[in-house]
């Protein structure tokens, strides 16, 4: 399985501002997904980041709110805007297809 | 949305018994997987199903794609303290050809030493 990292590992943010988390892995993959964990929560897909064009998005969740880069086939950034309480979560990122294996995540807690 | 129902929510159990947890659906999935995560750390992946009626084993771990293939289980023999975690099953929906993983609610194992 590929090894993935996440940066950062965690933050604290205050309301109104925004974080970009970082995806790296070490090797090149085609699919990459964020997903977010709420609190005490299970997994739930964000998006699909997908090389050479845009993310595909999952219901509930928008563009604007989680901006996604994807510039090649080993990095990607998710990035968490104009944050407030309810943003605070852990924010992993995977990749494989029907394998899935994850990053450690980063654990956002916004103020 | 689509759900996968996991049960128990949490376990509490002394060491050296046998842990059984399910998941099951109204929709037919294409893949099971079961992962453990433990504080502070990602979802590792321990198995993965992919035909129904499948049994796979991974060391003290035993899985199964049920037949109907809306449903799994998940059994770990003679729990350790190092099995405390939660474990969530995730599956694919048959549209969903790899991708888009839904997952349970995950079930809180504690083990007393």
């Known amino acids: 399985s590929a090894v993935i990292s996440q940066k950062p590992s965690r933050d604290i943010c205050q309301r109104g501002t925004s974080l970009t988390i970082q995806c790296q892995v070490d090797?090149?993959?085609?699919?990459m997904f964020w997903y977010r964990q709420q609190p005490g929560q299970s997994l739930t897909l964000i998006a699909t980041?997908?090389?050479?064009?845009?993310?595909?998005?999952e219901s509930g969740f928008v563009i604007d709110k989680f901006p996604i880069s994807r510039p090649n086939l080993t990095f990607s950034t998710l990035t968490v805007s104009n944050m407030s309480p309810e943003d605070s979560s852990i924010y992993l990122c995977?990749?494989?297809?029907?394998?899935?294996?994850f990053g450690p995540g980063t654990r956002l807690t916004v103020t | 949305g689509q759900q996968l129902n996991q049960s128990p929510q949490s376990m509490f159990i002394q060491e050296g018994e046998d842990v059984s947890m399910n998941c099951t659906s109204s929709?037919?999935?294409?893949?099971w997987l079961w992962y453990k995560q433990d504080p502070g750390e990602g979802p590792v992946l321990l198995i993965a199903?992919?035909?129904?009626?499948e049994l796979t084993s991974n060391g003290r771990l035993t899985a199964q794609f049920g037949i109907t293939r809306k449903d799994s289980f998940l059994n770990i023999s003679a729990s350790i303290p190092s099995d405390v975690g939660i474990y969530f099953c995730?599956?694919?929906?048959?549209?969903?050809?790899?991708?888009?993983?839904?997952f349970g609610q995950g079930t809180e194992l504690s083990v007393k030493p």
């Open positions: 995977s990749v494989g297809s029907y394998e899935q294996y």
């Open positions: 090797s090149q993959v085609t699919m």
């Open positions: 980041a997908n090389q050479g064009s845009e993310a595909t998005y």
């Open positions: 929709s037919i999935f294409n893949t």
């Open positions: 199903l992919y035909k129904a009626g």
């Open positions: 995730a599956g694919h929906l048959t549209y969903n050809q790899g991708g888009k993983l839904i």
